[in-house]
């Protein structure tokens, strides 16, 4: 049992991470600075609570905070360039938030032991859950609250005038602007939520794994960031949860079994998802598709706006 | 309503847009003509905000735009069309309209309504455009599904909805058969009546003649000829720029 | 600072340009990729190095001198730059740049666990030329590896010049970087352009990867990520499709790169790296060269 709660508390925490891209991959940005936003909330939140006795829901508050607020400052120089350019500039800026907490040295010692990020060997201690008598299960309702809630907004917001000019944005930018939209603007705020929502899903992390280092911030993890919407699809939020579970639940746990092949197959599998739908899992056609079948199971001519609804 | 004074656009050694002086007076219908190359859409793209001008200023209201960026011209009631359809083809059409509901009336709205809220007014809104466009059958079709004639009238929709004072139509007519033509007249004749003025930039002779007030003829970025569609086309040197393309070409 | 450090942050800073020679080549087949194609393939730098493993394998079992292996690691680059192109571009909408971006990080996890699944996870030694050549010039010490590898991809570089720009091959690649429309009307074929972009550049990747393994002693899977990062570094700082820019961007990352290491030691040294990159995206965001203010 132990084994599924840790399994759906990692779906849960890569949810965040996933989600906090799709917001920026609305815009047409490939943003590989996920991590990087993950690992400040990460770093953040633990030393909050541990260094300085904070209760974890303000320690993550003020987590996202910071990483949402770093976010909107590395965007706007990094919004000057867009396609490959963006590309490196966020997972050069990635990088250089993981290698800073490579060498982040700070440690308090608290009676007989030394606490706090110490460069290299990580951040061990961060034990706020089972110090303060959490169980596995506490956790996990802990984390799916922060995963409702951020899905819950971003669903809202999809349906929403926001959402359509997100999307417009990515299409195309001449238009978008001709069409009186501010680009910049929408920009910036969505690296700024998607930074926000990353620091979430950071702070978390921190706090369930109990020792983070720089290693789990690394380009891998970027990589998955965007990879959850791309192969989810982005047409709705729950594309990225779906492909967080088909990634972390299938081909990650699921084909253990399969030893050394699994991880073969991965790489594989995300080839030939790409090729057979490369819109992703749930695209644009799949959302008209089920909304023609609600549509036809509720009174026949009943045709309602997408935004309307 | 709108107003160039010396507007010029070099890119590189080539002179796009030359010292251009004109005059929009409200609620006219203005032609743009010229043989290709002229300029014409650059001309668009100076007014609209796309590209930075070299010299000369773009005036609306009397007031001086020409720094100004683009979304915020859209604000001030410039909307335009584009000559190669860009619609946001992955939304629906509903969604293409709601996305260009910016006029500062819109914009009153208050922040999170606007942004977060539902359609609320801005509902009937769109409802009365498509059924101007003709396009209420469609409301829930992805943009980039419709057929070209429909595309190109969800775009005048799209421009329109932004409640503009000065719509820039590039080519609007580009492609479309004689009977598209025609509704495109009467819409924009009808856009005419509801006070809006219109830059029309055509390759369609006989559209320009019927539907403008005034044409201003464009040959190599430089205005050679003014006046109403009568006198535009006794012009000689008019006459003349046509020719003469047409026996370099 | 004394006559002596002087000395040593030279040589170390012409170790590293001389090591650059390496990342110019990853930079060079970033760059033609983005330029024929507008795509970015980032399986790149995991297929040089999965092409100098194949090169270990074809030479473990057939008998030749080891200067073979940098033309078997060529070749292998080549055939994989092939494959890649097939399964992560070919079938792939053209408008679709999220779908290949992804495709490209498909194809490198799946090259680098191939190899990891391979050996074992071990990392696999890999043969210098040249390694007990040591030339002194003055104060200076030179490493007969790690001149004959930037003597070798000067070669490399110099080969792939002359095939872009006087082969019919190399100006038909280079119609279709700039105009494709005009150039499928002349009749150059697209898909066998961008097919055969990819085993251009998989040839110059694959002598990278040799260089790459002669040079640092083993291979690894390990070094597929950083090699990503310092390749897309470099055509940055190149300027996107500018060769020489990436040719000269490749040198100043390896110069600059142990220059940091030298004074700051080797856990910060990529920390500068993406510092210096920073410097050039908001100062000069066309790159070394330049070619045009701005474009994407």
Known sequence: MDFYLGLAQIVGVHTLLGLSAYCVLLTGQVSLAQAGFFAIGAYVAAMLTVLAGWHIVPAIAAASFVAGATACAVSFPALRVKGLMLVVATLAFGEAVRLFFFNFDYQVAKGEVKIGP???????????????????????????????????????????RAGAVLRAVGEDEVAAQSAGINVTAVKVAAMTVGGFIAGLGGGIFAHYTAHIEHAQFGVALATFAIAYPIL??????????????????????????????????????????????????????????VKRMRTSNKEPGNARTQGAE | MLELKGLSK???????????????????????????????????????????????????????????????????????????????????????????????EHRSEGFLRRWLGGPGRAREEIDRILEFSDLSGKRDELAGNLAFGEQRRLELARAVVAKPALLLLDEPAAGMNAEEIDQLDARIRKLKQDGLTTLLIE?????????????????????????????VQTNPLVQQAYLGVAEAA | MSYLDVID?????????????????????????????????????????????????VLSVVKAPAIFIFLLAGLAGGIIGFMIYVVCFRFIPQANPLATLMSTVGALLLIDEIIVHATVGIPVPYPALFSDVIVNAGPFTLRGDLMFMFALGCLSMLLLLVLLYRTKLGIATRAVAQQPVAAQLCGISIPRINGLTFVITGVVGGIAGAMIGAAIGVLSPLLSLPLTTKGLIVTVIGGLGSIPGAIIAGLLVGGFENLFQYFRGVTERDLYVMLLLFGFLVFRPGGIFSPAAGRD
Not at chain 1, 246 to 265: A, C, P, S, T
Not at chain 2, 38 to 60: D, H, I, M, R, W
Not at chain 2, 73 to 100: D, E, M, P, Y
């Open chain 1, 118 to 160: 110490a460069g290299g060997e990580g951040f061990r201690q961060i034990r706020f859950f089972p110090e303060n008598g959490w169980s596995t299960l506490d956790v996990l309702i802990f984390i799916w609250l922060f995963v409702a809630l951020v899905m819950a907004g971003l669903w809202w917001m999809d349906r929403s």
């Open chain 1, 232 to 289: 989810g699809g982005l047409s709705s939020v729950f594309g990225t949860l779906i492909a967080v579970v088909f990634v972390q639940g299938f081909l990650i746990e699921g084909l253990r079994f399969l030893g050394d092949w699994r991880n073969l197959l991965f790489g594989g599998l995300i080839l030939l998802a790409m090729n057979v739908r490369p819109r992703g899992l749930i695209d644009a056609a799949t959302i008209a598709a």
């Open chain 2, 10 to 104: 070099h890119f590189g050694g080539v002179r796009a847009v030359d010292g251009l002086d004109l005059r929009v007076p409200r609620g006219e219908v203005f032609g743009l003509i010229g043989p290709n190359g002229s300029g014409k859409s650059t001309v668009v793209n100076l007014v609209c905000g796309l590209f930075p001008v070299t010299a000369g200023e773009v005036l609306l209201r009397d007031e001086d735009i020409t720094g100004l960026a683009s979304h915020v011209r859209v604000a001030r009631g410039v909307t335009r069309t584009f000559q190669n359809i860009r619609l946001f083809g992955q939304l629906s059409v509903w969604q293409n309209l709601w996305v260009a509901q910016n006029s500062t």
């Open chain 2, 203 to 231: 390759h369609h002779m006989e559209l320009v003649m019927a539907v403008t007030d005034r044409i201003a003829v464009l040959n190599f970025g430089q205005k050679i000829a003014e006046g109403t569609p009568d006198e």
């Open chain 3, 9 to 57: 942050t030279l040589q170390s800073v012409a170790d590293g340009v001389l090591f650059g020679a390496t990342y110019s080549l990853l930079g060079i087949g970033f760059t033609l990729v983005f330029g024929v194609m507008h795509k970015i393939n980032l399986s790149y730098a995991a297929a040089s190095i999965g092409a100098a493993y194949a090169s270990l394998i």
